[in-house]
């Protein structure tokens, strides 16, 4: 490991030079810099590394009468929802999607063997940001409250908004989300709309977009179950009931989603 | 979805002041047969088809027997009106609606139709009014399969319909060539969402996926973030502002090594991620701009995941989001480079914004089978791809802003490719790209703009008994002059900007003032002398010794393209000593070696190969050319033993030769010589229509009769001949057979381009290789 790292910082280097030079940082400066990031870069490999690890080691010891592992049955439905222990007892191959500020999809199919499939940088920090702007929140904890007193149905435009109901050449709900923040380009729905109902457009924008780009990855990966991991999902049940629901909905029940106790 | 909302306000406060210019849009409307109309969130696209009167030249032969033939002409000329089919299409802005159902109805007056075709979100709204307004029934039709029946007729008819945006580049626009087969294909329609549809075949699709983050997301979220109304507006902002303030970064994220985990620190970890604060503000241009790409990346991202799962690489983009955006249309190729690792393309079509009207009018037209014709973008009546940026082309916006039109004319007959191209995904007619190539296409402008005088006072002249020719060639000349202002600030309005399509677009206007044929009287009296010559000229072939004779024939072949044999001074020569004149002309050609010569290939595979089974010869002008020059050569192979098919055009395009003038020709040279009359008796030379009325050559779109004679006659040999079809275009054509180019370079620039002087003769013969 330490050679591989200072190999990076060699390659690294070398890289980077060019650039400090025409910005007019001096060489010892930059040394400096890239001391301090070579730490941190190290540090956040392990955090993937471990992330990976864990996943792995509550699914081994996932018997000890609590289970680590759990999904959602009936996730839209506020009386009949409960959440359910899910037994990895063969856990390969997994789809990991660990939502942080932005998202990282990997696909696990060993203890050593994962790879990184693809990204999004439509994440908690999306969402976060996005309340910010949108209603002078402060804290992640206060845009996901707000969140929860909220209808996105007013921002979005729904299908049935568009066709009257289901369209159906294609198939699709009238229920579905046609136009993520759709409804605001009209001046006067931008008027109607509260904070609340803004904060909560925002969360299920990021999350169906989220959930989408699982899906994709987890049927050109082959793989069916989804690991869904993350910051984001810290006390967010909307997010996940709603990643349960749009996972099972759009596979036609072929994908699972399945979410971590202690992750 | 293509429901664009928003804008709908205007409703009441319709302009109803403005009048129109009824020469200019909504043209030929006494004559409409069918209509429909794709109405979007802020604009309006009326679909129509008509028959359009025009002139046309017809010649016929005279009956010569028993009658002195000495000191008439060859054949009778006559100009007649001829109808032929043509598609209308015309956008607007919502706003003018009622003024424009108003002067619809105002117009019709052949008309039986019953019924309105109507797609598009905005259908729904203006359905009574249109009702009252038109007396004609709406007929909602699916938006989306609409939009693939229009996707799937462009992709077919209109060449350079296609293309990748590459903004770094020179050539902001690269379009494609079309490829005879155009299915499968990924449409992903960016409207307020996105829906990604893929195309198996004419009738054949299905919705794979779809995205709520689309156009409305851009819209309704940059709104909220900037108070900034207008979709284009916001996509100004856009373009002035600086995501990174806004995005987190990876390198923000990850601190300096982020390489080892094969991301570059450039990329955006979280968009919005630097926002997550109450106490700081954000410039309206910043978040426009990363709202932009987050969405666009997103969109990218999804796309290239679908066409992965479905095996697709071309994936066409349409919707109001990209709709002629140069901003929209660059983001989205960044990303779809970006997830695909470049193995999926992102493609735009020049008449996206049409597709809803030409599927709905297609819907509706059904029992005319438009698919079973080939049609033809007509330059005169489009208006062609405008930037929508005003930054960047200011000029000229002014009406052509407000109403955007392309019309299209039904061919005779189907066209499809030679099927001796090597190639034919890969053919590009044309030599030069004079997109790309910013002074070969300023030359040639300038070239076209200089000329231009001339060529309205020759069309004004061919018509001495119109009283309003005159008239008619100054318009010819304004609408010509105001096309080429257009290309040089947008070469790319009409796809590639060619030396074919400034051709093109020339004939296509002369047309559409009633010129038919400039020429035709010129080439009636050439074809008259030539013929006077073409006994002695074989009687001097056939004295030669066979090798001295095929170098004469060349000779020949080459001779006939010296000369602008329409100017005056020519044709004075000609008509006192037309002998002198062809030999002179022969003179003023290039000693050996030449420019591009092969010759001495050319004539060791004549004397040691077999005989050709077939060739297809494409021939040039009229008089000389066809007579003194192309006919010995026929003759001479026909001689061989090869079977010949002799193809022209099939309407005129300046002093070319058309299939007609060929039949009365050939005909008056059959009576002459034994070995033609007797080929032409047993179908040895056959003569066929390109299906063309270009002075240029486009292989694949060629008559469909002369496709299946070059199968049947196994056709061995292409012979392709002067500088429009050899050097202008096809001086790169690969075909599957042994062929000839040959052309005498008339314009010294273009000799001084290739490394030669004016005059300089290019005899190109091509063996494929095994």
Redesign the interface.
């Known amino acids: 490991m330490p050679a591989f790292i200072q190999m990076g910082s060699e390659k690294h280097f070398s890289s980077l030079h060019t650039t400090l030079c025409a910005t007019g940082g001096g060489a010892y400066k930059f040394e400096q810099d890239f001391r301090t990031m070579g730490d941190l870069e190290l540090c956040k490999l392990d955090e993937l590394d471990c992330l990976v690890k864990g996943v792995l080691y509550i699914d081994s010891v996932g018997f000890n009468g609590h289970s680590e592992c759990y999904y959602y049955e009936n996730p839209t439905d506020n009386e009949r929802c409960q959440k359910l222990p899910f037994n990895l007892e063969n856990p390969y191959p997994l789809l990991l999607v660990n939502i942080g500020s932005g998202v990282s999809i990997l696909a696990v199919y060993s203890k050593d063997n994962y790879k990184r499939v693809t990204g999004t940088s439509l994440g908690g920090g999306t969402f976060f940001g996005l309340c910010c702007l949108l209603t002078g929140c402060s804290t992640f904890e206060e845009a996901l409250e707000m969140a929860s007193h909220g209808d996105s149905t007013k921002v979005d435009k729904l299908v049935r908004d568009i066709y009257g109901g289901d369209y159906e050449r294609f198939g699709l709900p009238g229920w579905a989300v046609a136009s993520s923040f759709g409804n605001m380009m009209s001046k006067e729905k931008r008027e109607s709309v509260s904070k609340e109902d803004l904060a909560r457009a925002t969360l299920i924008t990021i999350t169906n977009n989220i959930g989408s780009i699982a899906r994709m990855c987890a049927l050109n990966e082959n793989i069916n179950r989804v690991v869904f991991v993350g910051n984001f999902l810290r006390i967010n049940t909307i997010s996940m009931r709603l990643l349960a629901y749009a996972l099972d909905y759009w596979s036609k029940g072929q994908l699972k989603a399945l979410f971590l106790e202690h992750e | ?1 293509a ?1 664009r ?2 804008r709908g ?1 205007g409703h009441s406060s319709l302009d109803k002041s403005i009048t129109l210019p009824p020469d200019e849009i909504f043209r030929n409307l006494e004559n409409a047969k069918r209509f429909a109309i794709d109405i979007g969130g802020s604009l309006t696209k009326l679909a129509y088809y008509s028959t359009v009167q025009h002139k046309v030249a017809r010649v016929r032969s005279f009956d010569h027997s028993g009658k002195d033939i000495e000191n008439e002409p060859l054949y009778e000329i006559s100009v007649q009106e001829e109808i032929t089919a043509r598609l209308h299409f015309i956008k607007f802005e919502n706003t003018y609606i009622e003024t424009c159902l108003d002067f619809i109805k105002d117009h019709l007056v052949n008309t039986e139709t019953k019924v309105i075709k109507a797609t598009g ?1 905005g259908a729904y709204k203006f359905k009574d009014l249109i009702e009252k307004k038109l007396g004609l029934k709406v007929d909602k039709e ?1 938006v ?2 609409c939009l693939i029946k229009g996707c799937n007729f462009v992709l077919r008819n209109i060449p350079h319909e296609v293309f990748a945006y590459q903004k770094d580049s020179d050539t902001e626009f690269r379009f494609q060539t079309n490829h005879p087969n155009i299915f499968p294909y990924l449409l992903v329609n960016i ?3 996105v ?1 990604i549809v893929k195309v198996e075949s004419e009738d054949k699709f299905e ?1 794979i ?9 851009f ?3 940059g ?3 900037t108070k900034t ?1 207008k979709f284009d507006e916001l996509l100004q902002l856009a373009s002035k502002g600086q995501h990174t303030n ?3 970064l990876v390198k923000d ?10 991301l570059s620190g450039n ?12 106490d700081k503000e ?1 410039s309206k241009e910043d ?1 426009a701009k990363s709202l932009l790409h ?1 969405i666009s ?2 969109i990218g ?2 796309a290239c ?2 066409a ?2 479905h095996n697709l690489d071309k994936i066409y983009f349409g919707g109001f989001f990209i709709r002629g955006h140069p901003v929209t249309m660059r983001t989205i190729t960044y990303s779809i480079n970006f ?1 695909s690792k470049g193995e999926v393309q992102a493609l735009f079509l020049r008449h996206e914004g049409y597709l809803g009207a030409i599927g709905a009018f297609l819907k509706g037209a059904e029992q005319d089978n438009p698919n079973q014709y080939s049609w033809g973008e007509n330059y005169a009546g489009s208006s062609g791809l405008m930037s929508t940026s005003p930054d960047v082309y200011p000029m000229q916006r002014t009406r052509s802003g407000t109403f955007d039109m392309l019309e299209m004319d039904r061919l005779e007959r189907p066209l499809v490719n030679l099927p001796l191209l090597k190639d034919p995904s890969t053919y590009i007619p044309d030599t030069v790209d004079l997109t790309d190539d910013a002074m070969a296409r300023k030359y040639w402008l300038t070239c076209f703009e200089e000329a231009l005088d001339g060529v309205a006072k020759r069309a004004a002249a061919s018509q001495p008994d119109s009283v309003d020719a005159q008239e008619r060639a100054e318009k010819f000349r304004q609408k010509y002059w105001n096309k080429l202002q257009t290309l040089r600030q947008q070469p790319f309005a009409y796809g590639t900007l060619t030396v074919r399509s400034l051709l093109d677009t020339r004939e296509h206007c002369l047309n559409e003032f009633n010129f038919p044929d400039p020429y035709s009287k010129v080439k009636q009296k050439e074809n008259g002398i030539a013929l006077k010559c073409f006994q002695s000229v074989i009687e001097s072939l056939d004295s030669l010794d066979w090798e001295e004779r095929q170098f004469a024939l060349v000779k020949g072949l080459l001779a006939g393209n010296v000369f602008d044999w329409g100017a005056k001074a020519v044709s004075d020569v000609l008509e006192s000593e037309p002998q002198f004149g062809f030999e002179e002309a022969k003179s003023k050609l290039q000693e050996r070696p030449w420019l591009e010569d092969s010759y001495s290939q050319w004539l060791q595979r004549l004397k040691e190969g077999p005989p050709h089974k077939c060739a297809l010869i494409f021939a040039d002008n009229s008089g000389i050319d066809i007579i003194l020059g192309v006919f010995p050569f026929v003759r001479e192979l026909l001689s061989r033993g090869t079977e010949v098919i002799l193809a022209c055009n099939s309407g005129p395009a300046l002093n070319d030769v058309t299939y007609s003038e060929s039949l009365i020709v050939t005909e008056r040279i059959a009576a002459m010589d034994p070995v033609i009359h007797s080929a032409l008796r047993d179908e040895k030379l056959l003569l066929v229509q390109t299906g063309s009325s270009s002075p240029c050559l486009d292989l694949s779109r060629l008559d469909q009769g002369l496709a299946v004679l070059v199968r049947e006659r196994q056709t061995d040999l292409v012979v392709i001949e002067g500088m429009g079809r050899a050097i202008h275009t096809n001086y790169y054509a690969v075909l599957r057979c042994e062929s000839l180019k040959l052309a005498v370079i008339k314009n010294s620039w273009l000799a001084d381009r290739l490394g030669g002087k004016i005059f300089s003769v290019i005899f190109k013969y091509e063996v494929p290789c095994k």
């Open positions: 979805m429901e909302g928003g306000s979100g699916d989306m399969t409207g307020s969402g829906s919705w996926g779809g995205s709520s983050i689309g156009g409305g997301t819209w309704g979220l709104a909220l973030l109304k806004v995005d987190m994220v990850y601190g300096g090594a982020y390489q080892t985990l094969g990329l955006i970890a979280s968009s919005f991620g630097k926002s997550t604060t109450a954000f978040m987050m990346n997103d991202q999804l995941l679908y992965k799962l997830f």
